[in-house]
């Protein structure tokens, strides 16, 4: 598609280039004047406009001279003070001929001082500037250099910006390294390599997103973490983030088995990122339906907001240890959410519902933002150890997390619940796909009997057609009776 | 013998490979700025081209820069060097035929 683009470029562009450049057209009419007029000063008649300039700041000092008509001194410039009744000469400055013929007669002496005053009270010297496109200096182009500097300005921050998102990815690794390294049996995997050796580098999707794939674990299938930096290689979303400040974000996405974890949802973190998360997340809206909680009631800071499926979750995943990392970090969380039902944000279908439940995924979904506001230093990578901490501590404890007999009931029943409501959403869509469907099977039916060639397998295949419709109409019957039956 | 919290947790046999998350399962969570930006860029350098504005070379130069910043390291750079290439000949191309410099609009 783009190798058709570049050729109609290049069509347009030798089509472009044949007619001729335009040039200006302001020095070419000098050519032509001399066949206008036989008179003698036919070649200067025209130099009057564009000498007009030179010709009045002259005149003072050839104001003496010039009274006598010689045109073969000034040749070089259109004397308009000269010529006195000349033919086809065109005179702007009538009135610089009155005063000469006034003076004609008179004496000469002294009166260049007299035209000088005269002339400097009477006309005001004009000095047109030369048009900017006729200077041949660099200051016309100024629009030019300031576009090549901003240009500039965009390829400086460029490099500085992927400098300073790389090294912050290396500094997190370098100070978690050791953590995951002693956790995973395989830290780093970018999913080409034939086996399954730990690269033990961060895999570079973007120029501010690194990912990290660990796995080989006990109690998970494995671990994904997100650096999600600030984008500081563009200049336009540098600009932007002064006047909107946001922070370089770190997401941890921890996969389970089924038996790792038992059936609950559950998130805790700031009040607004709870808010947001209720209505977006498919899980949250659908399982977590009251308002966030204030952490306050289990010890947490106030800015912290709990949503859980049900009171026994919260109380058994808000054991001390958690809290006590929660409450030491509270700055840098930004989420944590549990659940295993988790199917990611809510799907906008164009045509209504889909048709089947989205595929969930035991997950644990942690977010923390970077201290630092943007101003980040590889140095605050290292404040982002004991969250790693938390994580593997999360994954360890929610293996041993069980309910009990109560809580599990009810948590079935949500899940029961949930699903009853998609399938009474879904109820006419799938009726409609139903019916598609069945039409379809008669039609092929119908066709492979037209298709037999044997006429006497067509007509066995069509009457075992016919009594199976029969049977389905005397079935269909039936059960209306007995709904009336029923009923009454 | 040692206790659970000592035990080395790493399991080599648990070992799950790397899928990178596939995007048409989740079309919100990509970033539509390079595209936008680069085609951006294809119709502000025709634009410079046929119409022989100048200002529209230029943004075109600047929108193919920024869709190459944030442009994803998986994506073709053929693309990329093409809507360069093509924003630097509308600059080119529109000095060529005229070259006065550029007035500002006020």
Request: glycine share 4%.
């Amino acid at each position: 598609m783009y190798g058709a683009y570049s050729f109609w470029v290049l069509v347009l562009m030798l089509n472009s280039l044949l007619p001729e450049g335009r040039y200006n057209d302001d020095f070419d009419d000098g050519e032509d004047l001399a066949d206008f007029d036989d008179n003698d000063f036919a070649e200067f008649e025209d130099m009057t406009d564009d000498s007009a300039a030179e010709a009045e700041t002259a005149p003072p000092p050839r104001a003496s001279p010039s009274l006598q008509p010689d045109e073969d001194e000034d040749e070089d410039e259109a004397t308009v003070e000269l010529e006195d009744g000349q033919d086809g000469f065109e005179d702007p400055d009538t009135q610089d001929q009155d005063i000469y013929s006034k003076y004609d007669q008179e004496e000469f002496e002294g009166i260049g001082d007299m035209e000088k005053t005269g002339q400097s009270m009477k006309d005001p010297l004009i000095i047109h500037t030369v048009p900017a496109h006729l200077q041949n200096s660099w200051e016309s182009y100024y629009m030019e250099i300031l576009m090549v500097t901003g240009l500039l300005a965009y390829i400086m921050n460029y490099i500085i910006g992927k400098n300073k998102n790389s090294r912050l990815a290396q500094a997190w690794f370098n100070s978690h390294r050791e953590l995951l390294e002693s956790n995973f049996a395989l830290v780093g995997d970018d999913g080409t390599s034939k086996e399954a050796v730990s690269t033990g580098k961060l895999n570079q999707e973007n120029e501010h997103i690194y990912n990290l794939w660990c796995s080989g674990r006990v109690c998970c299938e494995g671990m994904l973490i997100q650096l999600k930096f600030l984008k500081r290689q563009d200049l336009l979303n540098v600009l932007a983030r002064m006047m909107r400040p946001a922070c370089d974000q770190v997401q941890v996405k921890v996969t389970l088995n089924d038996e790792d974890m038992d059936t609950f949802v559950f998130a805790v973190g700031t009040k607004k990122a709870m808010a947001r998360l209720q209505k977006e997340m498919q899980d949250l809206s659908e399982f977590c339906g009251d308002k966030p909680k204030s952490g306050a009631k289990y010890g947490l800071p106030e800015s912290l907001a709990i949503l859980s499926e049900m009171g026994e979750v919260t109380d058994g995943v808000m054991d001390n240890k958690m809290v006590h990392y929660i409450t030491n970090h509270a700055d840098k969380i930004e989420s944590i959410h549990f659940s295993d039902q988790f199917s990611g944000p809510k799907v906008m279908q164009e045509e209504g519902q889909p048709l089947k439940l989205p595929e969930t995924k035991k997950t644990l979904l942690f977010t923390f933002n970077v201290p630092g506001m943007g101003n980040t230093s590889p140095k605050d990578m290292d404040a982002l150890l004991p969250l790693m901490n938390m994580v593997i501590y999360s994954i360890d404890k929610v293996k041993k997390l069980r309910l009990n007999r109560e809580g599990k009931q009810k948590a079935d029943k949500n899940r029961a619940r949930v699903e009853e409501n998609f399938l009474k959403q879904t109820h006419a869509q799938r009726q409609e796909a139903a019916q598609t469907r069945r039409e379809e099977k008669k039609r092929a039916e119908k066709e492979r009997i037209m298709n037999e060639e044997d006429p006497e397998r067509q007509r066995r295949l069509e009457e075992a057609a016919q009594r199976r419709e029969q049977k389905k109409i005397e079935k269909k019957q039936m059960k209306m009776k007995q709904i009336k039956v029923k009923a009454m | 013998m040692l206790s659970n919290n000592m035990a080395d947790p790493r399991r080599q046999n648990k070992i799950l490979r790397y899928k990178p998350p596939s995007t048409e399962t989740n079309p919100t969570l990509e970033d539509p700025t390079p595209d936008y930006m680069n085609l951006l860029g294809m119709i502000f350098s025709m634009c410079g081209l046929m119409l022989k504005l100048k200002w529209c070379a230029w943004i075109a130069v600047y929108c193919s820069f920024i869709s190459f910043a944030n442009s994803r390291s998986s994506e073709d750079t053929k693309q990329m060097m093409s809507s360069f290439m093509l924003s630097i000949s509308a600059v080119v191309m529109s000095y060529l035929q005229n070259p006065q410099p550029m007035s500002p609009p006020w």
